[in-house]
């Protein structure tokens, strides 16, 4: 990245008022912040408003630091508590993997991070089964087997207990589960609070759980598709980030359902980490407006 491609992204979002977009632009103009790409949005249901920035970090005469130094007055005249945050593109974003044994998102992350389509470092990824390791070490990444003993909660919550360490050790901006067959508890869900990022094999709210295909299959349905999205304590019903869908049809069998859904798995998975990781992403109760 050149240091004119470097940039500071602001989110902002708070209660909708008159002045805003105006009073945000005029601080970056005062300071010499060179705009690169603006986003704005008010949900007339809530009147919450939501913006995103783009600025040339070489455009400042300053840091980051004292760029959110200088813009907190302007955050709590606007809105007291309002929700934002600053970041900046030249730091480089950390992931963590969680798998169990279906590696096709691992293999095409995985994939994407080699050819440096996601500029992310993959600091390790987690397996509750061994059989992804060594694709994951053929990549220079650390993987990590952490089993979960079948019918034995005490086991599970050890292991899940081991599972968090891990995590924690690499402070990751998200953690991934793709396709990870573990139901995380409600204490990981709270910690990993809009970081921990889901693919599900179903186009959401619809077939939620287990076998989704199968679930499809038996409903004949017309399109299949895949939804990723935040993870909360309740199952398959966080906020979504990104969904698609592929015809199928009546000549389909389970199999061929199953081979159609993992494209679209795949891609959508992608999209949403990184949408995430370039804080397009703003949340507003279990809603999600993606810029």
Known sequence: MTQNDRRYVITFACPDR??????????????GGWIVEAAYHTDPDT???CTRQEVRADSLPYDIDELRRRFLPVARQLAGAAD??????GERKRVVILVSREG????????RVASGELDVTVSAVIGNHADLGEIT??????????????GDPDGKAAAFAQLR???DTHDPQAIVLARFMQVLPAELCAAWTHRAINIHHSFLPSFVGARPYHQAHQRGVKLIGATCHYVTAELDAGPIIEQDVIRVDHGDSIADMVRKGRDIEKVVLARGLRWHLENRILLHGNKTVVF
């Open 84 to 89: 934002w945050r600053i970041t900046d593109t």
């Open 137 to 150: 070490r053929a990549h220079g990444i650390p993987f990590h087997h952490v089993p979960f003993p079948a």
């Open 47 to 49: 009147d919450w408003f």
């Open 104 to 111: 096709h998102c691992l293999y095409d992350l995985l994939g």
């Open 165 to 167: 360490q891990v995590v």
């Open 18 to 31: 008159t002045g805003i977009v105006a009073r945000i632009s005029t601080f970056l103009a005062e300071e």
